[in-house]
């Protein structure tokens, strides 16, 4: 069998996707089963096993023998002998997701050089390339036979406009390091496009769209003609707007005060300076920071219970209950980037879309957006629509008030049959 295995290694997770390639419609591969591993390193790792065809095995269950990445892809693989009588050797196509590709701007199969060029780039995106890369090793190891194809979510911002992907820094040594604008959830904005291009019936290579992939990691991105010509985050995944740990955009400076010596005021005096190395500067900005930071919870729809979002009417709120501050301060940002966007594309923009967890399950935050961007000519969210989405409405959800407006859509974005779809139609991987 032509099978593909795409895997989504995450922090502390890891999302499996089992699809069967058909030769006759390589753009459609079949979904056989999905699994998904959560809370790896804690107490209580979480197991999910569903295969399409044999709803009797599906497992929700806990797994004490997981204690790494690894061990969760080799858990799997046992799983899926004994549940569905699938033995590996069938698997030909292993698709990884990789968070930052550097200059590779394209999937490529996981070679020695390809391996080390991405291991080189782990500090880029600390929360996954290491993940992934765990996982990229014990797959070689377990499926020797098989090819293992990384899939990047910063190639499909690889034709970004060059003064959009430049920092104002200097050239010499931002071209010989490598300091620009990537960009990153370019697998889930690749979906997006094709989703929301059949949705509304037009090409893809014809679309505008301003895209929000809001989870636990959240960006936006710009999209015009079906190319990506702007987004949030840059160099790494940490700019931009906030997330459960990240801090989003902050002044560059601000860390060096976060971290001073002095306890009570900013200064420059070099004695109560003290050296920050790189890496605590990306720990703070990355692990603890975020709405956890602000209010003890990555569960942002914990925040939105306890937030007092009557204060939203209120521009010029002062509230400062942690939870409230943490949903608008995310609001905020979105906001801002919304306005950017709509003015890059010249306010022809085809529709506003939500993805990603907290995109697709929190009805406040697409309404408060709604209300907000309702001045720019986008159809007012319909309620009822808006409070009623489950995951099997299928793929796009349209949550405006009839055809008047621009677009508001939810969709449930899918990286893994994305990487799926990409490496079936591939010819230079089925020889």
């Known amino acids: 069998m032509s099978l593909v295995l795409a895997l989504n290694a995450g922090s502390s997770s890891l999302k499996i996707s089992l699809f069967r390639r058909s030769a006759e419609d390589a753009a459609n591969p079949v979904l056989l089963l999905s699994s998904s591993i959560s809370s790896i390193f804690g107490p209580q790792t979480k197991f999910k096993f569903n295969p399409v065809a044999h709803q009797n095995r599906l497992l929700n269950e806990e797994v004490n023998s997981i204690r790494d990445h690894a061990s969760a892809f080799t858990h799997f693989l046992d799983r899926l002998k004994k549940e569905v009588s699938i033995d590996r050797t069938d698997i030909k196509h292993v698709a990884h997701r990789v968070v930052h590709g550097g200059d590779y701007t394209g999937p490529v199969i996981i070679s ?56 104002a820094i200097n050239q010499q040594i931002a071209k010989e390091r490598g300091l620009r604008k990537y960009g990153f959830h370019g697998l889930s904005y690749a979906f997006i496009l094709r989703a ?64 001073s010596h002095s306890p009570a005021r900013m200064s420059h005096d070099p004695g109560l300076s003290r050296e920050v190395r790189v890496t605590e500067a990306e720990d703070i ?116 008030k009839g055809d008047k407006g621009k677009r508001m859509l939810v969709c449930h974005t899918n990286e893994q049959l994305e990487m799926a779809r990409e490496c079936s139609l591939a010819a230079e991987f089925w020889p």
């Open 196 to 259: 929301v291009a059949a949705q509304l019936r037009k090409a893809p290579d014809t679309l505008n769209i301003i895209a929000l992939h809001i989870g636990s990691g959240a960006s936006m991105c710009a999209i015009r003609n079906g190319q990506s010509i702007d987004t949030t985050m840059g160099l790494t995944p940490l700019s931009g707007l906030p997330g459960a740990t990240r801090a989003g955009d902050v002044d560059a400076s601000l860390i060096f005060h976060y971290t």
């Open 112 to 167: 020695e050089e390809s391996y080390h060029y991405i291991e080189r780039l782990a500090d880029l995106a600390p929360l996954h390339n290491g993940p992934a890369l765990s996982v990229i090793k014990i797959t070689i190891k377990a499926l020797p036979h098989a090819k293992s194809i990384a899939f990047f979510d910063s190639a499909f911002h690889k034709h970004l406009p060059t003064h959009v992907a430049t920092y």
């Open 285 to 400: 900005l990355n692990f603890k920071s975020g709405w956890k930071a602000l209010t003890g919870t990555t569960d942002f729809k914990e925040v939105t219970e306890k937030a007092d979002l009557s204060t939203l009417a209120d521009p010029m709120s002062r509230a400062t209950d942690p939870n409230t501050l943490a949903f608008r301060i995310l609001l905020d940002r979105i906001l801002h980037y919304a306005g950017a966007y709509y003015l890059v594309l010249r306010g022809d923009v085809d529709a506003i879309v939500f993805a990603g967890g907290v995109g697709e399950r929190s009805v406040e935050l697409r309404h408060a957006i709604g209300e907000a961007v309702a001045c720019l000519g986008f159809a007012a969210i319909d309620k009822t629509k808006n409070s009623q989405i489950k995951d099997d409405d299928g793929i796009i959800v349209d949550i405006g």
